[in-house]
């Protein structure tokens, strides 16, 4: 028998418990954009569990507490892959972990999944009812009652505690007079290390290898014991230059959308100075290129054309003009004997970019392009 549906019209903790009370033995296959979870059930019981997601793994879980290094974890996942061996079964063979202490991470792996799936709002499930293959029953038996009890007091504390903190654009520092005296080590330590500079509340769940349950609990008493503090400063300036980006996406926007691409693209490229990583400023940027070469390979028939400089500019040198340093440089090398295939080689640039300039030169009115002279084949004049 199979079940098949949606987290929408199924709650995770409404399925999870049709399967305890049912007894049920089988495979729970979830899914969401981020990532694809299976837990395996033995009468109701859970006995294993995989994930996609890079902290719920073994070997993270491994370097969380200590027994590994990542640089081992490295080295042993290569060993893994040329043996094709369980990563837990080679590292006991290895006398890298105990048994009893892989028995230990790999339960707490069970537990770090099943409260994961517990919090999911969407995505798809299938529950495959059957009997479980050997290799498929990864850890004795943990039950599935006391699973979902303290699964939903790890909600109602991680609820309390996300109102409690900041959004999470919110931008945290370590206070004045902020000690880590009292966090020997731990998670708490973790956090003070990668607060070495302010960083947005995303920047540090994201950068720390453990479950959001346990980040969170550890900011909220941080937070509340004075450790560490937002930097309302950062984030106002932080919102100020947002709010300009914003502006400035618009005007670039609208001007490609008047077809105005290099004025976009020079607002667009003072974005990306602001801002390196701004998607939308990079991927308006490959809009108006597009336009751009498409409009000037309709312009320029040939690469063997030779651009010219319009008389009422020839006295003029790159410096004097608008142009970007590279524009600048590629307009020096237009000496009306100079095609735009030789540009290319002279200026060790892209064609694509040649093109750009040129047709921005063009637009400019500081060049003009003249059509070849139709070339002469068998006695007839062709072009």
Same mark, same amino acid.
């Given at each position: ?9 199924m709650p ?15 495979v ?7 990532q ?8 109701? @019981? ?9 902290k ?13 290094t990542q ?20 590292? $006991?063979?290895?006398?890298i972990?105990s ?16 409260f994961?799936?517990?919090?999911w709002?969407?995505?798809?499930f ?8 050997d290799?498929?029953?990864i850890?004795?038996?943990? @039950?599935s009652?006391?699973l ?7 909600i ?23 000690? +880590?005296?009292?966090?020997? @080590? ?7 290390e ?15 290898n ?14 509340s ?6 930097d ?32 976009? +693209? ?28 498409h ?12 651009p ?16 970007t340093? $590279? ?8 000496d ?5 295939k ?6 060790n640039? $892209? ?13 400019m009115?500081? +060049? ?10 068998s006695?007839?004049w062709?072009?």
């Open positions: 028998m199979s079940l098949s549906g949606s987290f929408e019209g995770p903790q409404d399925l999870l418990e049709w399967i305890a009370r049912g007894k049920k033995s089988g729970l296959t979830a899914s969401n954009t981020d694809k979870q299976n837990i395996f059930f033995h009468d109701g @019981n859970v006995v294993g569990v995989t994930s996609s997601k890079s719920d793994r073994l070997g993270a879980l491994l370097v969380r507490k200590g027994y590994l640089e081992q974890l490295v080295q042993f996942r290569n060993i893994q892959i040329d043996k094709s061996e369980q990563l837990g079964t080679l590292l $006991e063979k290895k006398n972990v048994g009893e202490n892989l028995k230990q991470v790999l339960s707490e792996q069970v537990m770090e999944v099943y994961d799936l517990m919090n709002k969407e995505g798809q299938t529950f495959e009812e059957r009997d479980l293959l290799n498929e029953k850890v004795d038996v943990v @039950n009652s006391n979902l009890l303290e699964g939903a007091r790890r109602d504390e991680l609820r309390r505690n996300k109102e409690m903190l900041p959004q999470e654009n919110s931008i945290l520092k370590r206070a004045d007079n902020g000690k +880590i005296d009292t966090y020997k @080590n731990g998670l708490e330590q973790k956090i003070w990668l607060l070495d500079k302010p960083r947005l509340l995303k920047e540090i769940t994201c950068g720390l453990a479950s959001e349950f346990n980040i969170m609990d550890a900011l909220h008493k941080m937070m014991e004075g450790c560490i503090v937002r309302e400063k950062l984030e106002k300036d932080r919102a100020a230059v947002s709010s300009q980006i914003e502006q400035n996406m618009n005007q670039a926007t609208e001007l490609m959308e008047h077809q105005g691409y290099h004025e976009s +693209i020079a607002i667009l490229r003072k974005i990306l100075e602001i801002d390196k990583t701004c998607a939308p400023a990079e991927t308006l940027l490959r809009k108006c290129k597009k336009h751009i070469i409009d000037a390979k309709r312009m320029i028939e040939s690469p063997d054309i030779i010219k400089i319009r008389h009422s500019f020839s006295s003029l040198s790159p410096a004097k003009l608008p142009l340093a $590279e524009e600048g440089f590629v307009y020096s090398r237009i009306g004997r100079t095609s735009v030789s540009l290319k080689y002279l200026t640039m $892209e064609m694509e970019t040649i093109y750009i300039m040129l047709h921005k030169f063009s637009r009115g500081l +060049i003009y392009l003249e059509k070849l002279p139709p070339r002469r084949k006695n007839q062709v072009r």
